[in-house]
């Protein structure tokens, strides 16, 4: 974008803002996990010297970062930086990371234990069998350098497990997919009600005898007329029985759905701000409380219309025939702010994939010198 605006006068700033309203802040995280773990390759193992075999595993872990930054560089892409970009970023970068270690000797792989386990507990299940073999692993290594008898890791036990670690990022990436899909439908389901608001209130205004949103409450004891009309935006009054229809025709508005709608739309953003603080804040580039809140808007609505409508049709009992404009903009408040009985399902859920998202592992420390050498 940058060469194609870049003779406007604060374009830069645009694209900075462009950049940035993406996932930045964890393409950067990403960015200096890959720098720490070029300098990782970089170091010399076993003596300076390295086997044919670790040396083609250390080529495939350089190809993945390579992959990696490519993946979050601003430059090779039309879209901008969104959570897929971060997600898959991160899968590259945790190949890179598995492969590296499996040069490591069983030695220095014991050091990065501690952090192994944690990542183990922290993405799979405690009855997977990856997790319980790292628990009593750690166990039995701690026990025993406890002892004073330290064990040195098995060519087996470490090939189990890089495994079992390598199993724990691929359940972190299940975990970012799901987020990232609930995020898509809720948006997508957020973008369809916002384009059903829009195309009432149109169909509405240009059809506005079609359904008229409007009441006919009976007049007190001694006002004259039998009926009268009563609509959002207008009123009729002393309105006798058999002119009820073209009376109501009359009366009813352009903008009689518009206003409930936008009165319905302020009282569910009212609801959705109020919600806010039951939301905790989260490290992910997954905008899981802010799709909801979206979501919250054409819901309300809609359901201040849907709402007056069933009051219209006296599906609620006592409640059929609305005395003022004044009331049905109550109700509209009402019934916009009632939304949160139907979308409250849609917050557990979204709350319960969040939580399911723990964020990207940290990367290990760097290899402690063997005293030894």
Known sequence: MARWTGWIPGARRLDEWERERGSWVLCEEVRADVHELRALLAAPGDGGTRSPEHA?????????????????????????????????????????????????????????????????????????EHRVFVERLAKELREAQEAGRPEPLTEGQLVTLLTAVDTAHQAALREKLRAGSFVRIVRWMAVFLFCAVIGIGVLSALWRTAVPLCFTPAPSPGARGDYSVVCPTGAAPSVPAGQLDVRTREAAGWGDYIVVMFIGLVAAGIAATSALRKIRG????????????????????????????????????????????????????????????????????????????????????????????
């Open 56 to 128: 083609e595993l250390l080529r495939g872990a350089r190809e993945a970062l390579d992959r990696a930054m490519d993946v979050i560089d601003p430059g090779t892409h039309r879209r901008n930086l969104t959570a897929s970009h971060v997600t898959t970023a991160q899968l590259h970068l945790n190949c890179a990371r598995s492969l590296w270690m499996r040069t490591l000797t069983p030695g220095e792989v014991q050091s990065f234990l501690p952090a192994m386990c944690a990542a183990v507990k922290r993405h799979l299940a405690p009855a997977d």
């Open 282 to 373: 989260t490290s992910t580039a997954y905008g899981i409380p802010v799709a909801l809140a979206l979501l919250k808007l054409p819901t309300g609505a809609l359901t201040a219309v849907l709402g007056l409508l069933l009051m219209r049709g006296g599906f609620v009992p006592g409640l059929s025939a609305l005395d003022s404009p004044g009331q049905i903009i109550a109700w509209a408040v009402v019934l916009g702010y009632s939304q949160e009985l139907f979308t409250k399902f849609v917050d557990r859920q979204g709350q319960a994939v969040l939580d399911g998202v723990r964020g990207p592992s940290a990367s290990p420390p760097p290899v402690p010198a063997d005293p030894k050498r």
